[in-house]
C-alpha cells in the first residue's frame, strides 16, 4: 500500500488497541503514534529520497538508519548460516515473516537491554508501550501489503514457492475498498470511545472491547480484500 494509508491505517488500528491505556492516561498518545509511524515505515527500505524537503524526508531518513544498522546484520546471517545472498535493496527481506520476525527480536533485545541498564527507571513503561508499537506497525504493514494485487513472499528469502496476495491495486481511484477500511476504522474508534466514556461498556471489559473490535476490523479488511495463499508449485 501507499505510505499514507500504511501510517493512517495501522494508527487507527493501534488506537483501537490501546484506547483503554489512553483512557487511563491520555499522555501516552503520542508515544503510541510515534511507535507505530516509526514501525509501519521501516519495511519500505527500497524507498528513494525525496528531490525536496517533504513530509516523507524523515521517513527515508528512519530507513536509512535502519538499513545500515540492522538490516546489514540481516544479510550477515543469511550470508553465514543459510549460504543464501539477497540483495540488500530487496524490499521482500523486511515485507516477509523471517524479517518480521528479526526485527521484533531486535527491537525485544534493545528492551531487555534497556530494562538491564535502568532496571527501576519510571519511564520504563513508556520505552515498553514504543517498541510495543514499532512491532505492531511492522505487524500492520505485512498484513496491509497482504490485501494488495503485488502481495508478499512470505518466506523470502528461505522460500520463493509461495505468495500471499489480495486483489487491491492501491494507485487505483476507483476502487473504494482503502476508503472504506479507513472509515472502519474511524467508526471502531469512536464507537468503542462512546462505549467507555459513557460507562455503558464497564472498564473490566475495556481490553476485551479494544482487542475485539481490532480483529474485527483486521479480518473484515482481509476478507474483502480477497486474501489468498498460492504456491508455484500448484502452477
Not at 501507499?2 to 490501546?18: E, K, P, Q, S
Not at 494507485?171 to 479507513?182: A, G, S, T, V, W
Amino acid at each position: 500500500m501507499i505510505t499514507r494509508h500504511h501510517v493512517c491505517l495501522a494508527c487507527g488500528g493501534t488506537l483501537i488497541l490501546y484506547l483503554p491505556l489512553v483512557f487511563a492516561n491520555p499522555s501516552i498518545l503520542p508515544i503510541i503514534v510515534a511507535g507505530v509511524f516509526i514501525g509501519v515505515v521501516l519495511p519500505d527500505i527500497q524507498m528513494t529520497r525525496p528531490r525536496h524537503f517533504t513530509a516523507l524526508s524523515p521517513v527515508w531518513f528512519i530507513i536509512q538508519i535502519f538499513r545500515w544498522i540492522v538490516l546489514r546484520f540481516y544479510i550477515l546471517i543469511y550470508n553465514n548460516i543459510f549460504g543464501l545472498r539477497p540483495a540488500a535493496e530487496d524490499k521482500r527481506l523486511t515485507h516477509s515473516l523471517p524479517g518480521l520476525f528479526f526485527i521484533t527480536w531486535i527491537i525485544i533485545l534493545i528492551f531487555f537491554l534497556i530494562t538491564g541498564v535502568f532496571p527501576s527507571n519510571p519511564g520504563l513503561n513508556y520505552i515498553r508501550v514504543f517498541l510495543t508499537c514499532i512491532i505492531i506497525g511492522l505487524l500492520f504493514h505485512f498484513l496491509e501489503d497482504t490485501c494488495t494485487k503485488k502481495g508478499l513472499c512470505p518466506l523470502y528469502p528461505l522460500n520463493e514457492t509461495y505468495r500471499i496476495a489480495g486483489s487491491i491495486r492501491p494507485c487505483n481511484r476507483d476502487d473504494l475498498r482503502i476508503r472504506k477500511f479507513h472509515i472502519m476504522t474511524g467508526v471502531g474508534i469512536v464507537a468503542i470511545g462512546l462505549l467507555f466514556y459513557t460507562g455503558i461498556c464497564p472498564e473490566y471489559l475495556h481490553w476485551l472491547m479494544s482487542i475485539g473490535t481490532l480483529v474485527v476490523c483486521t479480518v473484515i479488511m482481509l476478507y474483502y480484500s480477497e486474501v489468498k495463499l498460492t504456491s508455484n508449485m500448484l502452477g
